[in-house]
């Protein structure tokens, strides 16, 4: 974080309105009102994407939760003193940053597209087809893009393998090697079947979008249910299936069988 090298950053990017807080209830806060679980916003940075052949410009705002920021700037201080600087890259790795990106202007929403993405290393980055993360993603940018009211993406960074994180994701992969599917694989380990929470993406959503309504790019009755409770109630889900490979079929049925309103026709 830039905090970690020069403290003042913080206080040109507060005055230039590049750096604010917002409460749970999405609620803008003063830049002192830091606690109760808020979250600091930095942005908006303009971030021209490409996938494969297609461009696309988007607004990116980086998002992390204030108890976990400000754990580690109070580490970062320590170090300051003792002028250890080569620890403050380590500082980095422990602190869970979520993304959002605007596209289109949210003056004109009245129905926006949105996608709650969950990270996905292997599928997002690497290109697995494991699963369908990686095709999902870059066609809820395609298609948020191609919607006459544009819309969001949040990009929730802490949610690797359903929230069991990328070395416990491995051991699972492994397990469904051995004939266990994704559900099994993750009980085997003594783990929920899907511990995300989706707190921090009601609180985003609440903030950019306010309490209207929005059409969500989701398979996942969990993840409706989870926003819903944290007060968005105006969702419209849309089915989302995209990257069905012969690699995934497996894994997608298992999906199904927990509740996924995925078709049979969708994966046959």
Same mark, same amino acid.
């Given at each position: ?10 206080e040109r ?14 609620e803008?806060l003063?830049?002192?009102?830091s606690?109760?679980?808020? +979250?600091?916003?930095?942005?908006p +940075? $303009? ?6 052949d297609?461009r696309?410009?988007v607004?990116?705002y980086?998002?992390?939760r204030n ?17 250890a600087?080569e ?20 003056e ?8 709650v ?11 697995s ?5 990686? $095709? ?21 960074s ?11 994701k ?15 694989a ?25 309490h209207?309504?929005?059409r ?29 490979t012969?690699?995934?079929k497996?894994?997608?049925a298992?999906?199904q ?12």
């Open positions: 974080m830039f905090t970690y090298i020069d403290p003042t950053v913080r990017l507060v005055a230039a309105g590049k750096l604010i807080l917002i409460n749970r209830d999405g803008r003063a830049p002192d009102q606690g109760g679980g808020s +979250i600091s916003i930095l942005g +940075i $303009p971030l021209p994407l490409a996938f494969g297609s696309y410009e607004q990116w980086a998002c992390v108890t976990e920021l400000s754990k580690i700037e109070d580490i970062a201080e320590k170090l300051r003193a003792q002028q600087q620890s403050f890259a380590s500082l980095a790795s422990s602190m869970a940053v979520n993304s959002v990106l605007i596209i289109g202007d949210p004109t929403w009245k129905n926006p597209l949105v996608r993405h969950s990270s996905c290393l292997t599928g997002d980055v690497f290109g087809e494991r699963c369908e993360c990686g $095709p999902q993603l870059h066609s809820a940018v395609d298609l948020i893009s191609k919607d006459e009211q544009g819309g969001i993406l949040i990009y929730m802490g949610h690797e393998g359903r929230g069991i994180g990328l070395w416990a491995a051991a699972t992969y492994l397990l469904q090697d051995s004939g266990e599917n994704t559900y099994q993750n009980r085997s380990l003594g783990l929920p079947d899907d511990s995300r929470d989706f707190g921090d993406a009601a609180s985003l959503l609440k903030f950019f979008r306010g209207g309504p929005f969500l790019l989701t398979n996942n009755p969990k993840k409706i249910e989870d926003l819903t409770t944290a007060g968005l109630t105006e969702i419209t889900p849309v089915k989302h299936v995209f990257g069905v012969a690699a995934n497996r894994y997608l298992a999906k069988n927990w509740g996924h309103k995925i078709e049979d026709d969708d994966i046959s």
